[in-house]
């Protein structure tokens, strides 16, 4: 079964548009860790967040929110006010005990101007 | 600061030949390696993992190999290319403790012919 799962295989939204990535997981354990990269073009996966299991407080990062819900076990990405540059695939991870890092299959982000 | 860096940035290689990617972390020490390759542009598949030297985990029997000769040096290689192994490789690196973040180097086309 996949531990991560992000069903958005692709989205397009037009600039200024709000814009939600879906993120669900699978995990038995209680302590765990949550993030999301971003892959533009070049091809450079760059660190967006990470959320421990514990901690389930929504975070807010300029146009970037992440909203945690361990009773859905989902962990959804928001970008508010989308723009051109935000055009990349974007990766939900699951980290488990001993540094086992699991990885949604991705969704690509088209911004249109 | 960390930084990560592999190489080459882009290969192409005939069927049947030997690779060999290389990848090194500075500015730590001990670190816990990884390398994942991407194919068709989409998911990631974790390769191999490390927890330090000489110690290498296999996720995925195939006909690569990794070894790591020293404590931030980090080498995947192949005796004998097939064309599946065509793919974007990506090497990351963490702090050895549990729960950190993963951190991606640049990436490494390779093309089999």
């Known amino acids: 079964a996949q531990k991560v799962t992000q069903a958005q295989t692709e989205i397009s939204v037009v600039e200024k548009e709000d814009v939600t990535l879906d993120c669900v997981y699978e995990t038995r354990d209680t302590t765990y860790y949550l993030f999301w990269y971003k892959q533009p073009p070049s091809g450079e996966l760059v660190f967006l967040i990470r959320r421990n299991s514990f901690d389930e407080q929504n975070e807010i990062s300029g146009r970037y929110s992440w909203n945690f819900q361990k009773s859905t076990s989902s962990f959804n990405f928001t970008i508010t006010a989308s723009q051109v540059v935000d055009s990349a695939v974007y990766f939900c991870a699951l980290l488990e005990p001993f540094n086992k890092f699991y990885f949604g299959s991705g969704t690509k982000l088209n911004v249109k101007p | 600061s960390q930084t990560i860096h592999q190489w080459p940035a882009t290969l192409v290689q005939p069927v049947g030949s030997p690779l060999s990617l290389e990848c090194t972390v500075e500015?730590?020490?001990?670190?816990?390696l990884y390398w994942y390759r991407q194919a068709a542009g989409r998911g990631l598949q974790l390769l191999f993992y490390?927890?330090?030297?000489?110690?290498i985990s296999s996720e995925v029997p195939q006909n690569l190999s990794a070894s790591r000769p020293q404590d931030r040096q980090f080498i995947l290689s192949s005796k004998k290319l097939l064309l599946s192994d065509s793919g974007f490789y990506l090497c990351a690196w963490s702090v050895s403790l549990a729960g950190n973040t993963i951190y991606f180097g640049e990436g490494s086309w390779l093309t089999v012919v």
């Open positions: 500015g730590t020490s001990n670190p816990n």
């Open positions: 490390s927890v330090g030297i000489g110690q």
